[in-house]
């Protein structure tokens, strides 16, 4: 029932900055949360941040205080600003959403994220 769209992926230098989008359709309570996911071969899967369509929100240690995570509900999209980017952070980055933050059943198709120094 829910679609997710990505945007906003690229190749940046280190320092710069990215805006990805998440675009939701469907039913609003399969998306009571919806969040950002990075993963780069090899390894897990890393939760970025994520947040309720009532306000809540987590970030994840590694990116707290250049990350944020926030959404126009009016428009169903959620977006991640990313500041002073950081090679570490290349990976595909994933949007997912779910009625519950711990039940994320619905993914994007994943946008790529290349940060080099």
């Known amino acids: 029932q829910v679609q997710l769209v990505e945007s906003g992926g690229g190749s940046v230098q280190a320092g710069q900055s990215l805006r990805l989008s998440c675009a939701a359709s469907?039913?609003?309570?399969?998306?009571?949360?919806m969040g950002w996911y990075r993963q780069v071969p090899g390894k897990e899967r890393e939760t970025v941040a994520r947040?309720?369509?009532?306000?809540?929100?987590y970030v994840a240690d590694s990116v707290l205080g250049r990350f944020t995570i926030s959404q126009d509900n009016a428009k169903a999209t959620v977006y991640l600003q990313m500041n002073n980017l950081k090679p570490e952070d290349t990976a595909m980055y994933y949007c997912?959403?779910?009625?519950?933050?711990?039940?994320?059943?619905?993914w994007g198709q994943g946008t790529q994220v290349t940060v080099s120094s």
């Open positions: 947040i309720s369509r009532f306000g809540g929100t």
């Open positions: 469907g039913d609003i309570y399969s998306r009571n949360c």
């Open positions: 997912a959403a779910g009625r519950s933050c711990e039940r994320t059943i619905y």
